[in-house]
Structure formats: C-alpha cells, structure tokens
C-alpha cells in the first residue's frame, strides 16, 4: 500500500515525461523504420552514408573538441577562482559563468560575427583572413564562449570540496605538488570532470541556432542536416530522413554514456 | 626517530593579528609536551611552524640545533594529524597509510606490510580496505595517526586531534596516543585548548597566551604551583576571594595562609584558590550557605553562598550526602601557599571576620 502511494507521487513526472519525451521518441523511431508507408531500413542506411554521414561526424568532432577543451580551459579558470584571495571577482566570475553558459543561439552568432566576422571590430587588427570566423576552429571557439562558463560552474563547487587540509596531510607526507594534483586531487575531481566533459559534448552536439546563423552549409552538422531534411525548400520528403538523423544522435548519446558510465562507476568507486 | 625542537623567538602576524610574538621553547628528545591555551594565542600557529606550512616573520625553528624555517613542508621529517577531515577520500585506510611510502617509490609489497603493520599498531586491523567514509571518526584519526608514523619521522605534531570526537573516544584515544608515544620514545608537541587534556597526558605543559610562552612545566607544576593569574585561571577552576597581603602572608576568609612567589608591601589582592582546596563542613551555626551541587562523578561541586559572595568547593562523593543545597556550613581553606593577584573582583571581603564565621 505504502509502495503504490510513493509510486502515485511520481505518478504526474512520469505522465509529463510520456508525454514530451515517450510518444516523440517513440513517433521518432517509428518514423525513422518507415519509408512510403512500409517498414524499412532505408532512411537510417541513407542517414549513415554519403553527407548525411560526414555530418555526423563532423559533429561528433566538434563536441568532442569542445568538450575536451571546455573541460580543460574550464577547470583552469574554476582553480584559478576558487583560490583566489579577492572574494569579489570569484562573485564577478561565477556570476558571468551563470549567465555565458546560457547566452547561444543567433545572438552569440552576432556577436562573434561582429567581433570576428569578415568585417568585425578585431578581425581588421588581427589580420584574420576572410571567413576564418566560418570554419570548424571558428565554430570551435565560438562554441568554447557558453562551454568554458558551463565547466567553471560545474568545477567550481568541486574545488571547494578539495579541502586544504589534503594537500597539507600530501605536503607533510613528503608529496610535491604535482604528486597531490595526480594521488588525491585529480582523482577527487574525476568525477566531477566527466560529468562536465559529457555535458559540453551534449550542448555542443545539440547546438543548432549558432551554428546555422554562422556557418550554414559551410561546415557539415548533422544538427543542420536535420533541419534541412526538414524545412527545406529544394528537398521535399525528407522528412523521415531527418528522424533517422535524430535516431543516429540519440545512438551517438548513448555509446558517450557508455563510456562515461563505467568510467563513472570507477572514478566514485570511493564514494560507495 | 626522535629528536630536540627548538622554538627560538618565533613572531608571525596575520594582518593586525599578532599569532606569535617572540615564542620561545625547547623541547627534549623523545619527550611529550602540550602547546595548551585558549583559541588564538598561536599554539596551532607554532606547530604549523615545525610542519613547514607557516613561515614565521621572523625567529626560526631549529630541530637538533638544525635550523629549518626555510626547509619546505615536504622536506621535513614532521609526521602530523590534523583536527578532522584529513584522509583521503579516494583511498582506502591502507593506501592512505602508505602514501608516503608511495611517494618515495617504495616497493608495492613493502609499503602495504608497513601499512598493516601499522594498522595493526593503532588497533584497526581489519580496517584496511575501509575508504574514510566507511570509518568513525575515531577510526579515521587512528588512521591519521598511523599515516604520520608510516615515515618514521622524527617529531610527531597532533594538531587537536581530538576535538571532533565525543567524550569517551576521546579519552581512550589518548591514552593510545600517549601509550605510543612511549613505546616509539618519539618526540611530540600536541595542541590543545582542553587542559584536562593536556595534563593528562603531557611530560611538560606549555600554557601560551597571545603568541608568548606564559609557564611552561610538568602538569603537576602548571596546576599547583601556576607562574601567572592567567595560567591559574586557564588551567582548572579558581575562586577569586578578597584578601590582604602583609609580609610573607595573607589573610583571607579570617584564616592566614602563606604567599607563593614574592609578595611585596602591605595591599589589598585577590587570592587564587582552587575549589579542592575549599573545606565545607555542616554546621547549624555556620553562615555559609549550600546554593547547589553538582555531580562530578568522584568528586561533587558545590556552590556556597559567604557573606557578600559565593564560593566554589569540591568535596568527595560520600561526603556531599550531607551537602545538599540550603545546608548551613562553615568553610575553611587548606593551609598551603596560594596565588596571589592584583584586586579585580572578588567576593567576599571578610577579611578580619574568623573563619568559622562564615
């Protein structure tokens, strides 16, 4: 009796969670199977091939990029805040991280365009040449501008975890400070650091707007491909295709939380 | 694996706040002494002094007449347990006893035998596998103390190793630290702000106050015979009684009593008196009055109301059965030496009344 009250208490998460996750998922799916009303496997072996394939692994490329690099650059600035003795600019940070890690979309597109672009304020006083802003590394550092913020959020509160007393206790027992970082600070963050490295793998892979305002077809995104399949004014009945598109991604999701789940379970092993 | 310290005029300021000013001590090989005093008078400053993590403005530590204020912390031969929280989290009691060992590269076989051997050592055998987590908090600070001892250091700090666990773990782990202590004969400073602590298991006490050594001596000395009103007053309890100096002596309650130290001239003072040294007897024609007791276990405390103040006496169990509150007593004070202090506030103020009349 107890047991099926607690379950009427999750009763409405789970009617929503059906609702905008099951019956979409489940249209996806079905949808992906179905080539001119038959089941078929057609749509998902074209979404694998040709364009739609050198999308996908374009995307998974860049999120992989800026995971990597987000979580790396990300960690820094956290350490660097965290330990810094002016209690203000941790506030100014912090705070900046809360709001850049959610600025996306056509306006972050503007501003890059603007500072960077062909025809941006800094692009002249760099010397960049044309249309380096509209390339892969381009979009790998406008994509770093909400990743780095999203990672500082994330690290921060596990560097304040890291208690000073452990690195007095390595000190004391003869450890340097690298010696610290790689027996006991490292493997304290681990899992901290996976969770921030698969979150910016999953903003970056399912970015749309930014990218689609600065690059188009310029560099190939599975993401751009979908919206192609979809809302494109040349190709019409695609529309399938898009789903199998959006199956792969799910796929592509999956094997990440793969690998991120046992190297979880391994990194907080000293957490059960 | 033992070895002299020596605090030589040790000055370090936070800011406006002075932690050490002119700190002098020397403390013997293999010999135990607690850094004793009340939160800020620099007794946790001055053993990060001797870990390496403060470095003091000026004066040096010198361990076997070696001066090492400027040797970094992982260089030095200090093991030390740190109030709380200071395992790591992400290794088992095992891996943390051997970290040291790790670091120095020694041999995987070697380290994990002296890790249970010391393991063993502290009474957690069958802990080893355990992560900090899984350990009480008695647990984890043997654990601690046993990751100090994996190096074979020379000097053993306990920076308030005992403050976060409860009364009765408190008490057996010290004891266990103490029995260590002398069967490895290492040198140990210990800090403390709790002075039953600190008497109960120190060689030598060292009461600071304000960054300076105020007495320094064997627990018996620092209780009885305190150097200064403050250590009085910090080790243990003491009555404040009106009191008035003449010569070698000074009367006090109608009773005269002799003077510890050098007393000088003819002047009213306050006379330190600690509550064991109170004799309350019942009497129906006393004038002192029982306010309250409290039971101390062997002893009880008693509260007793003299003309014009109250008193504090501590009087055996058997004897506080007829000792209840509103009991009418006389008091009278041990004849012994006392402390005497510049007039503050005392009570009472009977000085020529006689004794049995209050």
Not at chain 1, 15 to 29: D, E, K, S, T
Not at chain 2, 54 to 78: C, F, H, Q, W, Y
């Amino acid at each position: 009796m107890t047991r099926a009250k607690g379950w009427l208490g999750a009763l409405p998460l789970l009617v929503f969670f059906a609702l905008v996750f099951g019956i979409p998922a489940i249209a996806l799916v079905a949808g992906a199977f179905t080539a001119n009303g038959e089941p078929s496997l057609a749509n998902v072996g074209q979404s694998l091939q040709g364009g739609y394939l050198t999308a996908m692994a374009g995307s998974v490329q860049l999120s992989a990029v800026v995971a990597l690099a987000g979580a790396v650059l990300g960690t820094f600035l956290a350490q660097a805040v965290v330990t810094s003795r002016f209690a203000l600019l941790r506030e100014a940070v912090l705070t900046a991280s809360g709001v850049l890690a959610n600025f996306g979309g056509v306006p972050l597109a503007f501003f890059w365009i603007a500072t960077l672009g062909n025809s941006g304020v800094i692009s002249g006083l760099l010397g960049l040449p044309s249309g380096a802003l509209y390339t892969f590394w381009g979009l790998v550092i406008v994509y770093l501008y909400f990743a780095i913020p999203l990672m500082v959020l994330v690290m921060a509160p596990a560097l304040d975890g890291l208690r000073p007393q452990w690195r007095e206790a390595a000190a004391n027992n003869g450890a340097t400070a690298w010696q610290f970082w790689r027996f006991v600070g490292l493997p304290v963050l681990t899992p901290a650091m996976l969770g921030g490295v698969v979150l910016l793998f999953g903003s970056a892979f399912a970015a749309f707007a930014t990218a689609n305002a600065m690059v188009g077809t310029v560099v190939p995104l599975v993401t751009l491909k979908i919206a192609s399949a979809l809302t494109g004014d040349v190709l019409i009945g695609y529309e399938n295709i898009a789903l199998a598109l959006s199956l792969d991604m799910i796929v592509v999701a999956g094997l990440v939380m793969a690998i991120y789940l046992p190297l979880q379970k391994r990194s907080t092993r000293w957490l059960r | 694996m033992t070895a002299q310290v020596e605090f030589r005029g040790l000055r370090r300021v936070f800011g406006k706040t002075v932690a050490l000013d002119g700190f002098d001590l020397t403390i013997a090989p293999g010999e135990f002494v607690a850094l004793l005093g009340p939160s800020g008078c620099g007794k946790t400053t001055a053993l990060r002094c001797v870990a390496g993590f403060e470095r003091p403005d000026s004066g040096a530590v010198l361990v076997d007449g070696e001066d090492i204020t400027d040797v970094p912390a992982n260089k030095r031969d200090a093991g030390m347990v740190f109030q709380s929280y200071s395992l790591f989290p992400n290794l088992n009691a095992r891996d943390n006893v051997a970290f040291g060992l790790r670091v120095r590269k020694v041999p995987v076989a070697t380290r994990r035998a002296k890790a249970d051997e010391l393991l063993e050592l502290v009474g957690l055998p069958s802990h080893a596998d355990r992560f900090p987590h899984q350990l009480s908090g008695g647990q984890q600070q043997r654990v601690a103390l046993a990751r100090a001892l994996a190096l074979e250091p020379r000097v053993l700090l306990l920076d308030e190793p005992l403050s976060a666990l409860d009364a009765k773990v408190r008490v057996s782990l010290r004891e266990e630290i103490r029995r260590l202590q002398l069967d490895l004969g290492i040198t140990t400073i210990f800090v403390t702000h709790d002075q039953e602590e600190a008497l109960s298991i120190a060689d030598r006490v060292a009461v600071l106050r304000d960054g300076r050594l105020e007495q320094c001596g064997p627990p018996a000395e620092v209780y009885d015979r305190p150097a200064t009103p403050f250590v009085a007053e910090f080790v243990g309890t003491m009555n404040h009684l009106a009191g008035h100096v003449s010569g070698d002596k000074v009367r006090v309650l109608g009773q005269l009593l002799p003077v510890d130290g050098e007393p000088a001239g003819t002047r009213e003072v306050d006379v330190l008196i600690r509550p064991e040294a109170v004799r309350v007897t019942p009497d129906p024609e006393g004038k002192a009055e029982i306010l309250a007791a409290s039971f101390r276990g062997a002893s009880v405390r008693l509260r007793v109301a003299l003309s014009g103040g109250e008193v504090l006496a501590d009087v055996p169990g058997h004897e506080a059965l007829s000792l209840a509150p509103g009991t009418r007593v006389t008091v009278r004070l041990v004849e012994r030496p006392v402390l005497v202090a510049e007039r503050t506030v005392t009570v009472p103020s009977p000085a020529s009344e006689p004794a049995d009349a209050v």
